[in-house]
Structure formats: C-alpha cells, structure tokens
C-alpha cells in the first residue's frame, strides 16, 4: 500500500502536515454565489403583483427616488408596497414627501383595472397638491422595465415639458 502524501518530511523522516490552504473551491463557491444573486435581485423589485399594460414609451430621467401607488388587479391601493385604504392616500404622501409637492409620483395599475379605478387614484394624488405624477407603463414586456408613459401636470402647476427632453 504505497500511497503518496502530500506533505514535508521533517527531522528524522517523520511527516509533517502542509499547512496552506487551497482558496480554488471557495472562491468557485463565492462566484456561483454572485452570480445567482445578480439574477435573483431583479425580479424581486415589486412586492405587489401588476400586470402593467405594454406601450412604446421612452424612460424618463429622475432626480430623486420617486413614489410608488400602486394599483393591483382586485382594485386595492398600495403606497410603497404597503397596503392603503385611499382616503388615507395623501396624509401618508405629504408625511413621506415632507411636503414636497414637486417630489415625483409614479402610479401602477395592473392592466385589468378599470379606467375609472385609476383615475380616481390619479385624481385623490393630484388633489393632495402633488404636482409630477406619472402613469407607469411595460414598454417591451419584460419583468422588472416599467417606465414612466406619461406625465400629469396638476392645475396650478409651473409651466413646462411635463417630461424632460430626450438626450
């Protein structure tokens, strides 16, 4: 039973253990782990399950890290992924703004809603003084591209592109 072990003889032949470690596995490991992380972080952006309607849109640039109301298919309102009952939609807005009422607000709203649903969310948005809210829309279809389709401009709003010109 010859074997061969890896190791350093020592004084008077007796073996000695190598002690240096072999990094190549965990770093394998480490990479498998990155990269599974890296596909996973995308898809879990949204907590609340939307359908968004698909339209030819171009994304528009943003200052600030906007809002989210979102509007799932069962009609129920959510601010920021938490469930809201839409009277209480504007204090938890102008709380979260600080009253700023330039902050941008971005409204989603699963495709099989009613017309009449969303604008009444548009609308309770738009009453709280609010004065960039922005309908969200999938432009090709894939997870996780949502952007905004189209700006509103409230009444009493400074004049201007509702969107940013593009580049």
Do not use: C
């Amino acid at each position: 039973m010859a074997a061969a072990l890896q190791g350093r003889r020592g004084k008077r032949g007796r073996y000695t253990p190598l002690a240096e470690i072999n990094v190549t596995p965990m770093v394998d490991v480490m990479l498998v782990l990155l990269i599974i992380f890296m596909v996973t972080a995308p898809l879990m952006s949204s907590a609340v399950n939307i359908d968004l309607p698909k339209v030819s849109a171009t994304p528009i640039n943003q200052d600030s890290e906007p809002l989210k109301v979102q509007v799932n298919a069962e009609g129920k309102v959510f601010l920021q992924d938490e469930p809201i009952e839409l009277s209480e939609l504007i204090v938890k807005l102008q709380a979260i703004a600080k009253d700023q009422k330039d902050r941008r607000i971005f409204v989603r709203g699963d495709k099989t809603n009613t017309y009449a649903r969303m604008l009444e969310v548009m609308a309770t948005v738009i009453q709280g003084g609010f004065t960039k809210v922005a309908l969200m829309t999938d432009p090709s279809g894939a997870p996780g591209t949502a952007v905004p389709a189209a700006a509103f401009r409230a009444p009493g709003a400074p004049a201007g592109p509702a969107r940013p010109p593009a580049r």
